[in-house]
C-alpha cells in the first residue's frame, strides 16, 4: 500500500515538473508585434460640429461641383489649395480664402445658383436650393 501511493506521488510529481517545463519553453516564443498596428486610430471629429453641405476646394475645382441642399441649410466650403481662391456668386462673393480657409454661408430661398472662383472664373460650381 505505502509503495504504491509512493509510485503515484512521484507519477504525479513527474507530470507536474513535466508539463512545467512544456508551458514555460512555449510561452517564451511568442511575440506578437499587432500592438503597433492598433493603437493608431483617433477621431479628432468630436469638437467641431459636422457640416453635411461642406464642398472641399482643392487642385483648382469645387468638390462636389453641384449639391443640392433644404432651404435654410448651410454650406460650407473649404479650401485646401495653396492660391487664395473665393466663392462668387451673383450677388455676392467670399472674402479671400487663403489655404484652410472655410467660408460659410446659408441659402433661405429655394433656386438654383451657379457659382465662380473669383480669382479663377473657370471654376464652377452650382448650389440647388429645394
Ligand atoms: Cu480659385
Do not use: R
Amino acid at each position: 500500500m505505502k509503495k504504491k501511493f509512493l509510485l503515484v506521488f512521484i507519477l504525479v510529481f513527474l507530470v507536474v515538473v513535466f508539463s512545467a517545463c512544456g508551458t514555460s519553453s512555449n510561452g517564451t516564443t511568442t511575440d506578437t508585434p499587432t500592438d503597433s498596428n492598433g493603437t493608431t486610430t483617433d477621431t479628432p471629429t468630436d469638437t467641431q460640429p459636422q457640416t453635411a453641405n461642406l464642398i472641399i476646394i482643392e487642385n483648382f475645382e469645387f468638390v462636389p461641383a453641384v449639391l443640392t441642399v433644404k432651404a435654410g441649410d448651410t454650406v460650407e466650403w473649404q479650401n485646401n489649395d495653396a492660391v487664395i481662391h473665393t466663392v462668387k456668386f451673383d450677388t455676392f462673393e467670399s472674402p479671400d480664402m487663403g489655404e484652410g480657409a472655410i467660408y460659410t454661408t446659408s441659402f433661405d430661398t429655394p433656386g438654383t445658383y451657379p457659382y465662380i472662383c473669383g480669382p479663377h472664373p473657370y471654376m464652377e460650381g452650382t448650389i440647388i436650393v429645394e
